[in-house]
């Protein structure tokens, strides 16, 4: 298998018209469950490509499937294309300078992120109709995963139940399969109702909502030495009870973030939590009402498919950057910290170098660090045998969810980075197609994994999508 494969020229036959599309959703950053122009650019393309649609999958607005062929197995390839609060930044420059002050911006490449995905999925398409080789492609544009859990909703709604493998990737600096490794999560807002008063004349009639906030805090603070090191706690205060001091605050709102390495461990993490925030009502004589946002489970790694991956990853090689993609990379670089560089080599276990970009393969067995976070793909790898790339799309050391990433949105590098990871997902799905034995090797290693237990989700039956919550 090489460049001149059938597979990969389909996609170089249809990258043109993916890359606009990835400018174009770049250029409308949407966040949490808001996508609706990102989603009818995704829509628009899988109509042009002859896809059969279906949208509002699980009562989702900004969710979509789109599926083509006939029988045979199903393999699913996963998009995203929501964006980040107050990261506005103009693309193509090393300075910060946002298009829109607290404007919206790509800060984790989902722009570049669903267009390759949707890429994969429609060369795969083609192979298999040109072919006459029955299986079905599936594209699904899923919303909301920075903080809104859109998979777990979709996962729990069926629309993965007859998926056979599922294929992602997601922008980075490096060009390697995924570490299949990501914290376990939950969203949880704690709801504090008081009693107001006038602070000086009346303070012993008022019960601060905004004073259990602040003992919630402290608790929290304190379990922090007392659980492990792995797991994470970070809050947001969404209403504060009012900007007047003489007036004691009759409510307030924090939103918690609880990570931990497992679906257990996150679970009993939440609980702890949830008896400091009742506590602290307990100690301000309020109400305190805990509601469940979004959560996700920890991702579920595949051996199988990731040495399948992996091999096609060393046949393609990383994408062929040229000077003018180094020297944009370099100066991105001038605008890091020597520690924000070395950190991102520590988390792939090799020794630090000078290069701007990456123009080699992680090794599969190199000694990682890495840096984990929360995403909601887990929830599907619960379900579905599920095997994710890595491809560098930004300058070696580049922090996610900055401004140094939406400038690097658009680069000619990024393009050649999404179109050399279409690739690979595209060579992945026609390998587990053609390949039984890899297919049932898959899904052999999931059923090992999870055990006889199966996939429990982390969301409550009664919790549903929150459609408003990139309004707090």
Known sequence: MDNRNDLWRQVDASKERFIALSERVWGMPEVCYTEQRSVAEHVAELRHQGFRITENVAEIPTAVIGEAGEGGPVIAFLGEYDALPGLSQEAGIATHKPIEDAGHGHGCGHNLLGSAALLAATAMKNWLA?????????YYGCPAEEGGAAKAFMV???AFDDADVAISWHPSSFW??????????TRADFIFTGRAAHAAASP?????????VELMSVGVNYMREHMPSDARVHYALLDTGG??????????RVRYSIRARDLPGMLELVERVRKIAEGAALMTETKMEMRIISAVSNVVGNTPLEKAMHGILEELGAPHFDETDRAFARDIRSTLSPQEIASSWRSIGLPETDAP????VVPLDAPRNPMIGSTDVGDVSWVVPTVQAHAPTVAIG?????WQVVAQGKSPAAHKAMVQVAKAMAATGA?????????AAAKADLKTRIGKDGYVSPLPAEVKPPLNMSRG
């Open 431 to 439: 390998a587990v197609l053609s390949d039984p034995a890899l297919m």
């Open 357 to 360: 970009l990456a123009d080699f």
């Open 130 to 138: 040109e072919n006459k080789i029955p299986g079905r492609v599936r």
């Open 156 to 158: 729990r709604s069926g």
């Open 243 to 252: 900007i007047a001091p003489n007036v004691v605050q009759a409510h307030a």
């Open 176 to 185: 390697e399969v995924t570490p299949p490794l990501s914290l376990a999560n």
């Open 204 to 212: 012993h009639l008022g019960r601060s909502a905004l004073d259990a």
């Open 398 to 402: 580049t922090p996610f969810h900055t």
